[in-house]
């Protein structure tokens, strides 16, 4: 470039009079000016640029994306802020078999050695195959990585990818859930609050559980030490505040545990809580006093009914495991359970009011709360009549889950209202659910009485923690395909003299031991464990013991008999 | 003329200046903002640590592993209503002292002659000359006289309640002179003096306190210090 211009700049001199040369010079400095104009223009734009940098931008070391700490997928936490499901990064091992440059057989036969669950050849063949990427490990120990990765092959791919980690492992399973392989839930609260934990904007902050780890630890092995202890095949369990219907506790045997929940058989992937409907017995016997209360029938405890040993009803016969053969007031068919009395207190309250009442408490839907593993309720539909209406009214007949029991327990004794359960901690963000009012205040507080008498002299004598003031309710239902296998249950709510918590326990064909005397009804498998956890999480929840309160039993205390043999 | 014709000279150096300084100052700020990154990098890290630490030691620390801890080795049980205490109050009711008997006043008594052996017989001799506080000093000898015999202490002491009375007459009368004999008469009525001056020979020994003997014993003895002497 430069060599020719001194030329063309020298040359003017000699060509001043030919007018030709004179034209090319023109065109020359022309072409001279515009390329000078360019290169200056690129330089002053690089220039600014340089300027601009300098003052405005970012220096060379900035490392973006390392402050970026919301997680892949949002946690989960409990009530006081406890983790319950997390995503850490895990280690993947992958072998991309193009890659691989060393001995195959010597790789194949170390591969073998490290991770057993393949045997040399089958590592051999994937080696030798054309596939371009196999997993050989998700969610690989540090251990086996650091192994890996001293075997010093390229073809082995060590990676790290987002992994769910649920550090309380089995506990509350049946509520959190769990997610598939890649990252998505597949039930309970992974599942119903998928998007909420997948949105960018809002997994920064955790879901925060109704659930308190504790409380639901001490559940979770009372229930599964009453369960093994009676053999039974499952068991099921629900504490909840009876005031914000935030469930405290919930949880579903056989457990699962979330890490890996593929292993889970779906007898333990089932959520019996929430999902399992059964037959819950004389546990629906105090609805229906209280709904003869509130309905102007049951004028006071001591209102008396005929219980003859026998009730011969539309061809059909309702006996009872304790006759009395007598009349009887409601506060001992409450005491002993007595089928035949609450059948005639249902007769008199009649199919329509019941169903009323029973769609009012949400017995008749699938149960309100988060949780998309809801079951369909069974109840007699279209063909309730006189004899469905009495066995609805003991239990019999209508078929619910533990969730809706716990739910119907909570509306009985806060006063009346029913709240629907929620999963989520009732706080600012997210206020109580909208109440409706089902039975009257005046009922709901004469309930707290009958159902203190049953604990004290009825069929729950083993419920009582003392000191706490549990009242509740036994239950045993026989299984419709088998009349020797039974659900037992337990429904309860302490402290009665001023009621806070409602606790549903329940065993699924509980056997008889030699300590029961060859019982297997509820007072005998599952009324000890109710007492026993109720000793232990009451303290949890700021429940004092002290023995000298009660409720009011003036209420029902006049109108029992003292029989016999007690 | 010379400053005029550096004036654009000079324009141009400050301009450059002035660019260098902004440069400068730009550089700096730079600077500080990478180190600033540095910390928020360093903090960022040291939370997902945070987070990571958390995690296993949740892991590890799982209620499931603590409760299998318990079944097995602690044996924790949660605590019955009778373990709940209303308050301060009633804590300080469990971890109130044992309550042990009083030691009687006789037992000191009989514990203080054994010491006085040797200045009884001085002060014996002494006794007859001042009135009221001889008195109480003889009773004292009297007392003294009683153990000297049974060289034991304790035995001493309980024999001094019910058989002392007899079992010491006939020991004083041994070791004292008639002096001696008199005194006992006396401790008799010094002990009884205070429920009744006229019953003396019934309760013995029983009651008798030092402070009984010595203080209000002095001015009701009197009278029987006449009788017997």
Redesign the interface.
């Known amino acids: 470039m430069n060599a020719p211009t001194p030329a063309l700049v020298a040359r003017p001199e000699r060509l001043r009079l030919v007018g030709q040369r004179r034209q090319i010079l023109a065109v020359m400095h022309q072409r001279l000016m515009f390329g000078m104009l360019v290169y200056a223009g690129i330089i002053a734009i690089i220039a600014l640029r340089l300027v601009y940098l300098?003052?405005f931008g970012d220096?060379a070391?900035?490392?973006g994306g390392?402050?970026d700490?919301t997680p892949e997928r949002g946690d989960i936490v409990d009530r006081d802020g406890?983790?319950l499901a997390?995503t850490?990064d895990a280690w993947t091992i992958g072998l991309q078999p193009a890659k691989v440059i060393g001995n195959k057989l010597d790789l194949a036969r170390k591969l073998a050695e490290l991770m057993p669950e393949k045997d040399e050849a089958a590592y051999l063949q994937m080696l030798r195959s054309g596939r371009n990427f196999y997993y050989l490990r998700r969610r690989a120990p540090p251990g086996l990585v650091a192994a890996i990765n001293s075997l010093g092959e390229p073809g082995l791919a060590l990676e790290r990818e987002p992994d769910r980690?649920y550090?309380?492992?089995?506990?509350a399973a049946h509520v959190i859930g769990y997610t598939d392989i890649d990252g998505k839930g597949n039930a309970g609260i992974e599942r119903a609050f998928d998007q909420q934990l997948l949105d960018p904007e809002r997994r920064g902050e955790p879901i925060t559980l109704s659930i308190s780890?504790?409380v639901?630890?001490a559940l979770?092995?009372e229930l599964g030490g009453a369960m093994s202890h009676f053999s039974a095949i499952g068991a099921a369990g629900v504490i909840m505040d009876i005031h914000t219907g935030e469930v405290l506790a919930m949880t579903s045997l056989p457990q699962l545990n979330p890490n890996a929940a593929g292993q889970g058989t779906p007898e333990a992937r089932f959520n019996r809580a929430t999902l399992g409907v059964y037959e819950l017995g004389s546990t629906f016997k105090p609805f229906t006093v209280a709904m003869a209360m509130d309905a102007g029938i049951v004028k006071s405890m001591g209102q008396m009914y005929s219980c003859p040993r026998q009730l011969h009803v539309a061809g059909r016969t309702i006996n009872d495991t304790h006759p009395y053969g007598r009349a009887c007031s409601v506060a001992e068919i409450m005491k002993e359970s007595s089928n035949i009395g609450t059948a005639q207190i249902a007769d008199q309250l009649g199919a329509k009011r019941q169903r009323e009442f029973l769609k009012q408490m949400g017995f008749l839907d699938k149960v309100e709360v988060e949780l998309l593993e809801r079951g369909r309720t069974l109840s007699p539909g279209a063909n309730w009549n006189q004899i469905e209406t009495m066995t609805v009214g003991y239990g019999h007949g209508i078929a619910v889950t533990p969730l809706h029991l716990a739910s119907g327990y909570a509306t009985l004794f806060n006063g009346g209202i029913y709240r629907p359960a929620t999963l989520l901690k009732v706080d600012r963000n997210h206020p109580a659910g909208k109440g409706r009012r089902v039975f009257s205040e005046d009922t709901s507080y004469k309930m707290r009485s009958l159902l203190r008498l049953v604990v004290t002299d009825g069929t729950g004598k083993k419920a009582d923690?003392?000191?706490?003031r549990v009242g509740g309710k036994t239950g045993t239902a026989e299984k419709y395909h088998n009349r020797s296998l039974k659900v037992t249950s337990f429904a309860g709510v302490f402290p009665m003299d001023e009621p806070r918590f409602v606790m549903v326990m329940m065993l699924d064909e509980p056997k008889a031991t030699a300590e029961t005397f060859g019982f297997s009804t509820a007072g005998w498998n599952i009324a000890p464990a109710f007492g026993?956890t109720v000793?232990?999480i009451a303290?949890m929840l700021g429940v004092?013991?002290?023995?000298r309160r009660e409720p009011n039993m003036a209420e029902v205390l006049p109108y029992v008999q003292k029989e016999k043999g007690h | 003329m010379s400053a005029r014709g550096f004036a654009p000279v000079f324009w141009a150096g400050t301009v450059a200046a002035a660019a260098l300084g902004?440069?400068l100052v730009?550089?700096r700020v730079?600077?500080e903002?990478?180190a600033l990154?540095?910390v928020?990098?360093e903090i960022?890290?040291a939370?997902?640590d945070i987070?990571?630490l958390?995690?296993e030691i949740?892991?590890r620390g799982?209620?499931?592993q603590l409760?299998r801890w318990n079944v097995r080795f602690i044996r924790l049980s949660?605590?019955?209503?009778?373990q709940?205490v209303e308050g301060g109050f009633q804590l300080a009711t469990l971890v109130k002292p044992e309550a042990k008997p009083a030691i009687a006043a006789p037992v000191i008594l009989a514990s203080a002659p054994v010491e006085q052996d040797a200045p009884q017989s001085k002060l014996t001799g002494e006794a007859p000359t001042s009135a009221p506080a001889s008195r109480s000093v003889s009773e004292m000898v009297h007392v003294a006289s009683y153990s000297v015999p049974d060289k034991t202490p304790a035995v001493t002491q309980r024999l001094a309640i019910k058989p002392g009375a007899p079992v010491a007459k006939p020991a004083a009368g041994a070791s004292r002179p008639p002096k001696a004999l008199a005194a006992t008469k006396s401790v008799k009525t010094a002990t009884a003096d205070p429920l009744a001056p006229l019953q003396t020979a019934k309760p013995k020994a029983k009651g008798s306190s030092p402070k009984a003997a010595s203080g209000a014993g002095s001015p009701k003895a009197k009278p029987k210090d006449s009788v017997t002497d």
């Open positions: 300098a003052a220096h070391g900035r490392k390392a402050l700490l406890q983790a997390r850490i980690l550090p309380q492992t089995s506990l780890s504790k639901q630890q979770e092995h923690a003392p000191g706490y026993r000793a232990r303290p004092r013991p002290d023995k | 902004f440069y730009s550089l730079a600077s903002r990478a990154e540095d928020e990098t960022a890290m939370q997902r987070r990571l958390q995690t949740g892991t799982r209620l499931a409760e949660a605590p019955t209503a009778d709940f």
